[in-house]
């Protein structure tokens, strides 16, 4: 089993939707959840960081955490062309080196 | 603050050749860590480096070696290039509590 788990995509979703990215994490005693988006040819961007169960909202940017489930997911309302790019989701476990799933590729259809 | 800088940005080198690829971490940051990433496998993890001390390790072979340097600033070392040494390396840097990391722009390597 891998220890961060992604949909590699492509999620198509259309320009002012919710597009809804999902992450699933191996290790229970993982404490520290984060989200990249990465465009083609850059370096990953830091977008969202969460700590504790439930959701953190960042201008159109919600990140949800449910431990008991090893499960954290990214919104973005109000999808933006800009938008598309690939997420990365990371995540700090007991071995405490940042580890990352194998990205989702989203893409905003005018 | 400026952010993570990382030389050279492009590299092309042949089988057999060896590479030392530099970053420069955000000024204050003491913890530095080296990902390669390829289209295949994604971003893997190498080496991270806090205080000059390397605090966790990858699971690559020991041609992929790094140090860290008192002003924080790393290198990493890749001896004996193969063609499958061919990826984005991206450092990223953070205040050492391993939460936050902020990644540089990368060094393309290409081995012939």
């Known amino acids: 089993q891998k220890e961060v788990e992604q949909n590699s995509g492509p999620l198509s979703v259309p320009e002012g939707a919710i597009a809804s990215l999902n992450c699933t994490y191996s290790?229970?005693?993982?404490?520290?959840f984060f989200w990249y988006r990465q465009y083609s040819g850059k370096s990953p961007e830091l977008i969202m960081s969460?700590?504790?169960?439930g959701d953190k909202e960042d201008g159109r940017f919600t990140a949800q955490l449910n431990k008991a489930s090893q499960y954290v997911s990214l919104l973005i309302r109000d999808s933006q062309p800009s938008d598309s790019a690939t997420y990365l989701c990371?995540?700090?476990?007991?071995?405490?080196?940042?580890?990352f799933g194998t990205g989702t590729r989203l893409t905003i259809i005018p | 603050k400026a952010g993570v800088t990382q030389t050279p940005r492009y590299l092309i080198k042949t089988r057999g050749q060896q590479v030392t690829l530099s970053c420069s971490p955000i000024?204050?940051?003491?913890?530095v860590s080296w990902y390669q990433q390829t289209p295949g496998q994604g971003l893997q993890f190498l080496f991270e480096?806090?205080?000059?001390?390397?605090?966790n390790k990858g699971n690559f072979p020991g041609r992929f070696s790094g140090r860290q340097f008192s002003n924080s600033r790393s290198e990493m070392n890749v001896s004996t290039l193969e063609l499958g040494d061919s990826a984005l390396y991206l450092c990223?840097?953070?205040?050492?509590?391993?939460?936050?990391?902020?990644f540089g722009p990368g060094t393309r390597l290409t081995v012939l």
């Open positions: 990223a840097s953070g205040d050492g509590t391993a939460r936050k990391q902020f």
């Open positions: 290790d229970r005693g993982s404490q520290s």
């Open positions: 969460i700590y504790s169960n």
């Open positions: 990371a995540v700090i476990p007991l071995g405490m080196k940042l580890t």
């Open positions: 000024s204050g940051h003491r913890s």
């Open positions: 480096y806090f205080s000059e001390t390397q605090r």
